[in-house]
């Protein structure tokens, strides 16, 4: 195997650790993807497996055309989503899909969460909008996912979770958190008052 996919086999196991770890998933829940530089190919999490339990090598390896090149297991059934994102974002080099509580939390009651901090607003590109619904690992939850990202680096997919992405994967990690504390600080100010769009976003906000 490439020196290049074996890293990105790496990365990936490391950051589904790290989601069960942080919280944004729970059990098999949940799924994180990278490419692998200079080529089709893609690194994504296998599908229902313990992240605790799993190697470097039981990660997926796939092509843009969603043939499996390398890996024992079958990948995670969101691969249709994280190739239509590759697809689209030629900027995305990693992807994670989180379950995190908070931001599921606002997009149960149906709402996005609206530019209202400015450290969501750089790392995220603006406010985190609601997908439209559709079933898990359907290729209408893909498209969905694509449209409500736009150019932004976040979106959150009602009744499911939060899909974010970032140039490496460590990258869409760390944007999965970002999400995360602005549904909760959402959230709180919701409760005292009525949380309000940072002053430079107002004239696009919606
Ligand atoms: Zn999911």
Sequence with gaps: MEPMAMEAMKEVL???????????????SGNCSARVPGSDLIVITPSSMEYELLLAEDMCVVNMDRE??????????????HLAIYKAREDVGGIVHTHQKMASAVAV???????????EVFALG?????????LPGTEDLARNAVEAL????????????????????QDALLKAEIVER???????????GSPQI??????DAK
Excluded at 16 to 26: I, K, N, P, T
Excluded at 71 to 80: A, K, L, M, N, Q
Excluded at 198 to 203: S, T, W, Y
């Design 14 to 28: 490391k950051t589904g650790q790290e989601l069960a770890r942080r919280g944004l998933v729970a059990g098999t």
């Design 68 to 81: 499996k090149v390398e890996g024992r297991y079958d990948p995670s059934v969101e691969v249709i989503m």
């Design 109 to 119: 009651v149906g709402k996005g969460i609206p530019p209202i901090l400015e450290e």
């Design 126 to 134: 603006g406010g985190i909008e609601l997908a439209e619904y559709a």
């Design 150 to 169: 736009g150019g932004r680096n976040a979106c959150l997919l009602p009744h499911h979770g939060v899909v974010a992405v970032g140039p490496r994967i």
């Design 182 to 192: 602005a549904a909760e600080i959402y959230i709180m100010a919701s409760m005292i």
């Design 198 to 203: 940072v002053p430079f976003m107002q004239k």
